[in-house]
């Protein structure tokens, strides 16, 4: 596609079910970024794949979250056992190649979460 | 480490009065520093960038940032505010690692602009 695709775009989930949130990014994109957005906290960073460098998973809050790129391309957000405070919108990033660009993202419109 | 502080969660102009949004940030090596902003309903858009060059960039709908090395700074300017701005606005600095870009964003400050 043309742009970043996220799904679902809405999940309503109970508290203790896992989820898997997706990713796919821009074709030929080699960087993919998680954030976690809530009210009021800004993005939070959670993790950043680089090409077929071990991703960086400094953001994670908890060994809940875990998150996987398979062929360099499709991401998939795992959250096991919800929790309330999970709650919040996940968004993903991707950017072009490293090399002489400037690390500009594009974002995906997000995946609301919302755990009862 | 990067880390991004934006000053003021909200800010409120009137329309027509000069829009100023403040970052500031910490890098260990030289950053790209970026602006993005979400309108109400929809993902975030890049508004402007400064890499390397001139340090007073300008980006989409009239506004412009200056890096300024000596403040760590990177503030958010527009002489002139229409009510389309509103919107939360986000700092975010970056820096290479690994071959790539791990980027970093503020909390974010969402304007306000009164009739």
């Known amino acids: 596609g043309a742009g970043v695709s996220q799904s679902p775009s809405n999940k309503v989930t109970e508290k203790g079910k896992d989820v898997e949130l997706r990713c796919d990014p821009i074709s030929g994109h080699t960087a993919l970024y998680w954030y976690r957005q809530s009210l009021g906290q800004g993005l939070e960073f959670l993790i950043y794949?680089?090409?077929?460098?071990?991703?960086?998973k400094s953001g994670l809050p908890s060994d809940r979250f875990s998150a996987e790129r398979t062929g360099g391309s499709v991401s998939t957000l795992t959250i096991q056992r919800t929790q309330q405070e999970d709650s919040a919108v996940y968004l993903c990033?991707?950017?072009?190649?490293?090399?002489?660009?400037?690390?500009?993202?594009?974002f995906g419109e997000g995946s609301r979460l919302t755990v009862l | 480490a990067q880390s991004v502080t934006q000053l003021g969660s909200h800010v409120s102009v009137s329309e027509g009065a000069l829009v100023l949004l403040r970052c500031n940030y910490s890098?260990?090596?030289?950053?790209?520093l970026f602006w993005y902003v979400q309108y109400p309903n929809q993902g975030l858009q890049l508004l402007l960038k400064y890499t390397t060059g001139a340090t007073l960039v300008k980006g989409i709908n009239g506004f412009e940032a200056e890096f300024k090395k000596s403040e760590t700074s990177f503030h958010l300017t527009k002489p002139s505010a229409h009510m389309s701005d509103a919107a939360e606005y986000f700092c975010?600095?970056?820096?290479?690692?690994?071959?790539?870009?791990?980027?970093?964003f503020g909390a974010g400050t969402r304007l306000f602009v009164k009739a």
């Open positions: 975010a600095v970056s820096d290479r690692s690994t071959g790539g870009f791990k980027t970093i």
């Open positions: 990033a991707s950017s072009s190649p490293s090399g002489g660009t400037t690390g500009e993202l594009f």
């Open positions: 890098s260990s090596v030289p950053p790209y």
């Open positions: 794949f680089q090409g077929n460098s071990a991703p960086d």
